[in-house]
């Protein structure tokens, strides 16, 4: 029989249940101590006598009878709770000669029947599970001086947290972190979880977090954002803490940060910097939503025109302000957070301010393989271009937003909550290009050089208001959601290109100098509005009415001119019209929506649709031309979920969405920025629509802490717009969006994934494995083009983790890419490869703890790339924690210590196949010194 890796993770999960499987149990049953009534329902729970963790958890059956199995030998406590009664709290053990005890009849006393002189002996409950809410008690675990929220978080079952601080509940993805119940710089969790200090948590619960709308409706709309809360203790909600570190290191490496927070009450205020070039970029600098630097108008899915950052600007806002590991980054960023609550919580107020700069400066270098239909008239024609090109980049941004968000409870059913945010942002970047490309005879088929730079100014302001009313009859409610905002943008830059082209004898054809300025004015103003209304129509069925007018309003105006004096002089005063347009969309919008939701027992249906009708108009104010556009989309929905416990859910949904195209795609707009592949619009353009299945289950056991999740999604795409790419023989080609009627795109997903915690070893093994596939089209040179791919992944992992002691985490597997394309069905990019990561801390005495981190990547060459790629990274830590609380540290960390960091990526699109190499950050040397420092209330707790 031959084992698949499928198979593999399958036979290691059953294997794992069956290594817990043993024969020890307990019994009983609970009943009034004079009534002698049976309580049914009662909560029973098994506890290790050593730290009070839970074991087992069952609920009385309704002869108040209960049975424990599959527990191991051991010392236990017996913990019996029902609301009213005293808990009943009993030590008991289990061994070979007492593999099963029988409580008998559990006398449960009524408190108001307890006399003063009867003592009940309580225990601290690690574990409460509270309806959807698992709630850990953090006094029952141990927690050292000065460690933090991240370190608590480690100890909790069914909670994994890597070297990167992402975090992994119940085998899903962790979002969100709050404190109290609220955002903390925005939803950083990291920020959170490295910062605040974990002898300052009173509980952490887990919970999945309802939209803001179904947490007001009670009506289950399916999104839900796994999230932690972290509850602090009332005695350390007054006083102050922080962080300061600051490090230098070898090859001009260094690298700072700071930070300070403030509680008193519900009152919290934080201030934060940061500063260096070892990679680290702030604080949630990534969350680009947040930053608001959205540009650029197209359709999204409901048929509503928006504006979006894209190649509709020429290439003039190529940089967004991430950093995505190319290059040598440079980045100082900063933020004050203030949130507050007063008047029994009638008002509250959550404000944000952030700035910062980003610079990255580093090279590429790509190659490409470009196939093309072959010819059969002609054996000796071009099928296949190979591009080489080399780039040196310069990206520098700056950026500040200000946001706030008030909430008033204006009655007991009614609330206002209203949000507004702006944004400024200034960039400035620089891409010189050097690039040729040959025949598959290797004969040279054109040379390119080219150098871009612009520099572009924006400012983004919006508001919302959001506006509940809870009506009389019970699910019966209201509310009205109105959003605003405005957005321009400045840009100017310069383009300058040398394109040559060469024979079949490498002798020079054609010569295309281009050299122009380009500049973008660009303006747009937006209002929505969403009106909803649900109805209870019986105890299990709702309704949900929704209506939204919406208005959007921009002005695009972007030219390119001609230098007119010719090379070394520049006197750029030519239009021209070819790569020019003065475009003004006006755009209006009604949408109207109609749900059902059905809930009984443990299941939840939801099925409806949106209509939207969308008209606007597009004026050319340069040759004065306008068009008119109006069509109506229709996105049904339907979801089946189904809840087996708190811990163990199927979901399976359906959605269908028309997709428009994009303004870049529609309006004949020439794209220059790169004068071998030139970009026009196609204004016959339709609509595709997309039928999409998605479905998952999820299990969790908290006694075994073991989980598995899985996860699968399915799409077709009919009419679906494509690329229409013709290549010339001097290998220029042009492209064009064009719709492919009576094909139909596909992709899929699968996803497993299971871990389960080993109780002999103390082990958590995790495996998991993925694959993914589509199926697209493009036409090239006329001829159709059917691309397939499909790659598969699949890991095991192994992790302890024991507090101030040790952490250890290992993973490894393959992978292995199929890649092919219809036009050269000979060449492809299939591929296998392997990767591997660790992680290994180590608390040494006196005070010294080593860590140290590595990756392991192998790429196998391909018939497209024939040399393989590998790659070994190390880093390694060593620090010395000084005074009794540990707050001082002195670290000596090496990054990269074989020095083989390689930027590296190989990718597969359509008819092209690329490789990427890029300059990264490599070995250094760095001392740091940490300094964590605290004035909370109620002090710091002695060492466990």
């Not at 094909?743 to 494995?769: E, I, M, P």
Request: hydrophobic share 30%.
């Amino acid at each position: 029989m031959k084992l698949t890796l499928p198979v593999l993770v399958l036979l290691c999960l059953l294997s794992f249940s069956a290594l817990a499987q043993t024969s020890y149990s307990v019994k009983g049953t609970a009943v009034d101590s004079v009534a002698n009534v049976k309580l049914v329902n009662t909560s029973v729970s098994v506890l290790n006598a050593k730290d009070s963790t839970l074991r087992k958890f069952t609920r009385a059956a309704a002869n108040g009878s209960f049975s424990l199995g599959n527990l191991n030998k051991g010392k236990f406590i017996l913990l019996v709770t029902y609301p009213g009664y005293a808990d009943y709290v009993e030590h008991f053990t289990l061994d070979s000669a007492k593999t099963t005890i029988n409580f008998g009849n559990i006398n449960m006393n009524l408190k108001s029947r307890l006399l003063n002189e009867v003592i009940v002996k309580g225990t601290v409950a690690a574990i409460k599970i509270k309806g959807d809410t698992t709630e850990f008690n953090a006094k029952a675990y141990t927690i050292q001086p000065n460690s933090k929220v991240e370190d608590l978080l480690k100890q909790l079952p069914g909670i994994q947290v890597d070297k990167d601080g992402k975090i992994t509940a119940q085998g899903q993805t962790v979002q969100k972190v709050l404190v109290d119940g609220e955002e903390f710089f925005g939803d950083d969790p990291t920020l959170v979880t490295k910062n605040i200090r974990g002898d300052m948590v009173d509980k952490v619960q887990l919970y999945d977090k309802k939209s803001d709308q179904a947490a007001f409706t009670g009506i289950d709309d399916g999104q839900k954002t796994k999230t932690i809360n972290i509850k602090l203790k009332e005695d350390k909600k007054n006083g102050y803490f922080g962080k300061v570190d600051a490090g230098i290191g070898t090859d001009g490496y260094y690298q700072g940060q700071g930070l300070f927070n403030k509680f008193k009450g519900k009152k919290k205020f934080s201030v934060y910097g940061t500063f260096g070039n070892t990679g680290k970029v702030g604080l949630g600098w990534s969350d680009n939503n947040k930053l608001g630097t959205s540009d650029g108008l197209q359709f999204g899915d409901d048929g509503n025109a928006y504006f979006d950052g894209g190649s509709n600007d020429g290439g003039l806002d190529s940089f967004n302000g991430r950093y995505d590991k190319q290059g040598i980054p440079v980045a100082n960023t900063g933020g004050v957070h203030f949130d507050d609550k007063w008047k029994n919580d009638k008002y509250a107020l959550n404000t944000n301010y952030k700035v910062g700069t980003l610079e990255v400066d580093g090279t590429r270098n790509n190659k490409q393989q470009q196939n093309l239909p072959p010819d059969p008239t002609d054996p000796n024609a071009n099928s296949i271009i190979n591009t080489t090109s080399d780039e040196n980049f310069n990206n520098y941004m700056f950026r500040q937003k200000l946001d706030a968000t008030y909430t008033v409870k204006l009655d007991s059913t009614t609330t206002l909550k209203v949000a507004v945010d702006g944004t400024l942002k200034n960039s400035n970047n620089y891409s010189a290009y050097n690039a040729e490309s040959r025949r598959l005879d290797n004969t040279l088929l054109n040379t390119n050089d080219r150098t871009l730079t612009n520099n572009v100014d924006q400012q983004l302001y919006n508001a919302s208001a959001f506006l509940t009313k809870k009506l009389k009859k019970k699910g019966r409610t209201l509310s009205l959601n109105v959003t605003g905002g405005t957005t321009q943008n400045k840009a100017h830059g310069f383009l300058y290109s040398e394109l040559n082209t060469y024979g079949l004898q490498n002798q020079p054809t054609s010569s295309q100098v281009t050299d122009q300025m380009k500049t973008d004015d660009s303006k747009t103003s937006r209002l929505s509005t969403n009106l909803t209304y649900t109805e209870p129509l019986t105890k299990a069925l709702s309704l949900v009415l929704n209506y939204g007018f919406n208005l959007n309003n921009s002005d695009a105006d972007r030219r390119s001119y001609n230098n007119s004096s010719g090379s070394g002089v520049q006197n750029y005063n030519l239009l021209d019209s070819t790569f020019s347009n003065h475009y003004v969309f006006n755009q209006t919008s009604n949408q109207g929506g109609v749900n059902f939701n059905y809930k009984k027992g443990k299941s939840t249906i939801r099925f409806g649709t949106r209509v939207s009708n969308v008209d606007y108009k597009q004026v050319d104010e340069i040759s004065g031309n306008s068009a008119r556009r109006s069509f109506t989309n229709w996105n049904p929905q339907a979801n089946y979920s189904y809840k087996f416990s708190n811990y163990s859910s199927f979901n399976i949904s359906y959605y269908g969405n028309p997709t428009q195209p994009t303004i870049d795609q529609l309006q004949p707009i020439r794209v220059n920025t790169d004068p071998a592949n030139v970009t026009i619009g196609n204004p016959n353009l339709k609509p595709s629509f997309t039928n999409g299945f998605y479905g998952y289950y999820n299990m969790y056991k908290v006694i075994s802490d073991q989980s598995v999740w899985l996860n699968g999604g399915y799409s077709f795409t009919t009419n679906p717009i494509v690329s229409n790419v013709v290549t010339n023989d001097q290998g220029k080609s042009t492209i064009q969006s064009v719709n492919l009627a009576g094909k139909q795109q596909s992709n899929y997903n699968l996803g497993v994934d299971g871990s389960r915690k080993l109780g002999f070893a103390g082990l958590n093994v995790n495996a998991r494995f993925n694959t993914d596939g589509n199926i697209y089209y493009s036409l090239v040179n006329g001829q159709l083009n059917k691309t397939k791919s499909n790659s598969y992944s699949g890991k095991i992992g192994l992790s302890k983790y024991k507090e101030k002691k040790y952490s250890v985490f290992l993973s490894a597997g393959p992978d292995y890419t199929i890649g092919q394309a219809s036009l050269q069905p000979d060449r492809n990019n299939n591929g296998r490869g392997f990767s591997a990561d660790y992680y290994i801390s180590v608390y040494l005495p006196f005070k010294i703890e080593f860590s140290s981190d590595g990756q392991y990547q192998y790429t196998a060459a391909t018939q497209s790339f024939n040399n393989d790629f590998r790659q070994t990274i190390i880093n390694a830590r060593l620090s010395k924690a000084f005074f009794k609380s540990d707050a001082v540290k002195l670290a000596l960390s090496g990054n990269d210590l074989l020095n083989q960091n390689q930027g590296f990526t190989r990718s597969a699109s359509s008819n092209l196949i690329t490789e990427n190499r890029y300059t990264t950050i490599r070995r250094y040397f760095m001392l740091s010194l940490v300094w964590d420092f605290s004035g909370m209330g109620g002090g710091t707790p002695a060492k466990k």
